[in-house]
């Protein structure tokens, strides 16, 4: 057993999003205390002289989380006793990742509308998420919940923050509905329930389950009976790029209160739903079956991973298009981020001149420990500086800026051997702009950014994103980020062969 303790402290932790506020800076006590004299009566020092406070006085983690949201973030917040009082750092992390999702171009978004429009699944008196959303990235949002103090603080939070009540609506769900669990659907025992509108002119469903999967396979161990979640509170017509959810985590009071360490309020309410969060997400998985395209993506965080697997497995079953997930690291608590759509994911690579995009990524997946989101930077860095590309590596916001000239994609587009379809794509695209050169350096030059995102332990996310669009040249992107792909792919393949002697061929 002390081996194994050991091996896990060894081990090499995931890491706050690296575009997270507290990423490189985590909060001062001693500098909010100074500030904000309301705080000082909590901050206590250290043996060593550090600042602390008590994580287990629930009166002190709301005075952080109010100090951190006035002095970081310009918002005016409060909470009454007793209800959940969120982790600003944990919940960036979780906001972050969506923005992630939806800028990865892993599905293709064809809505003319640019601005983002989020829905909170249970947003709790604090609202967290939709003032974060709102004021960090300009994010729309729709907040649901049931409870009467909820709804009430949810909006005075709303409200206490002027520009932020344009963009964020609170619904009440009704609490008297009651959803039915998947088998009583399945089995037709509900026949006075095969629509579902409210008087909110919510969205009409039929809500009885497609006859292509078995939704009782959902259901087997844990279901959910409680107020509507996403089906009879999504009004008819609306339309959102993503849903998001702090789902209650337990099945009991006795339960939440196992951990001493820590004291973050939360009613039964926000804490508790029979069946626990596994029951709560399948619900919500249950809906987005009925409800598919109305979001782009759907999202909760879960609390134990052992649910990951299962609810990944539930997913696949119902037919969904793409699954990801994260994990979300605030200092020793780690919680982990579920993600699924039905929209067709996009195609790989688009060769044609005529659609050029803008925005590319691919996968590394199977990493051995050695490929932190860094040294895969490093490796980009090196192949494209090997051209005499310019290469600016940015470690903190995991970013590498580039500037290549003509000549330099020529050698990097020829670097490789490449079989004849590539080679005569090459050629033409090559061809294709020396007819556009109108001989202006500025506009012959390509400029573009690499990101490097961890998505799980083992798996990065890696995005180009073309930041000089009127280049004579643009049409070269997309091949030198096939080139790319192609290269750490390799790269990441014959060390692995190296390592443990197998390896899959790389997928393009």
Known sequence: MPSKKKRKRGGERPVIHPRNKYSENPPDF?????????????VFYSHDGRPKIDWTDFHATRELTRILLLHDHGLDWWIPDGQL???????????????????????????????????????????????????????TFVGSDVTDVAIEWAN?????????????????????TKMFDAKELQNGQKDNINSFIDSNNT?????????????????EKKSYHGPPVLVGVIKDGENFDFCMCNPPFFETMEEAGLNPKTSCGGTPEEMVCPGGEEAFITRIIEDSVQLKQTFWWY????????????LTSKLWNVGVTIVKTTEFVQGRTSRWGLAWSFVPPSRKMIFSHVTEKNNLSFMLEGLQRQYSAFHVLQSVESFLCSSGASCKLNAATFNIDITASKNHCDKILKSETQNKNEAARCKNELERSNASNDNNCQSDVLWFRISVFQQIPGTL???????????SISGLFSLIFQQLELFMKNKICTER????GSCSNPRR
């Open 85 to 139: 009082c969120p982790t600003v750092p944990n919940r960036l992390n979780y906001i972050h990742w969506i923005e992630d999702l939806l800028a990865s171009d892993l599905i293709p978004c064809t809505r003319a509308d640019s601005v983002v429009k989020g829905f909170d699944i249970g947003t709790g008196a604090n609202c967290i998420y939709p003032l974060l959303g709102a004021s960090l990235l300009g994010w």
């Open 299 to 310: 999202t909760s965080m879960v609390g134990r991973k052992s649910n990951l697997n299962t």
């Open 156 to 176: 005075r939070n709303v409200k206490s923050n002027p520009p932020m009540s344009e963009l964020i609506e609170i619904r009440r769900v009704d609490s008297e």
């Open 203 to 219: 969205k009409r469903i039929d809500m009885r389950p497609p006859q292509s999967f078995s939704l009782s396979r959902l259901s």
């Open 461 to 471: 996310l890696v995005r180009a994103t073309l930041q000089q669009k009127e280049s």
């Open 30 to 42: 001693g500098l909010l205390a100074s500030l904000h004299p309301s705080f000082e009566p909590y």
């Open 497 to 500: 062969v190296l390592a443990d």
